[in-house]
Nanobody, 113 residues
């Protein structure tokens, strides 16, 4: 069993940056060798996939964040990161880290205009 904890959210003005972290504990081998995803859910909207770091080292981004967000992983720290630049008000959401069926509790990102 792996446990995920997100951090790094906060309130930022449009155009600003935040770096989210997803730290794993428990079954670290599973975390470090499998695909990890970042999702977000805005108020009144469905949860959407934002970025993926695959087990093979590939990355994927949803169109709305391409060129602004970067996902990375540090297996030595059992962590996956989401660097978010040029933030927009529409990026406001709770951001969740995901590994298979395991989810963190999320971290709130609020971007003011």
């Amino acid at each position: 069993q792996v446990h995920l904890v997100e951090s790094g959210g906060g309130l930022v003005q449009a155009g600003g940056s935040l770096r989210l972290s997803c730290a794993a504990s428990g079954n670290i081998f599973s975390f470090n060798t499998n695909t990890v995803r970042w999702y977000r859910q805005a108020p009144g909207k469905q949860r959407e996939l934002v970025a993926v770091f695959s087990s093979a080292g590939g990355t994927y981004y949803t169109d709305s964040v391409k060129g602004r967000f970067t996902i990375s992983r540090d297996n030595a720290k059992n962590s996956v990161y989401l660097q978010m630049n040029s933030l927009k008000p529409e990026d406001t959401a709770v951001y969740y880290c995901n590994l298979d069926q395991t989810w963190g509790e999320g971290t709130q990102v609020t971007v003011s205009s």
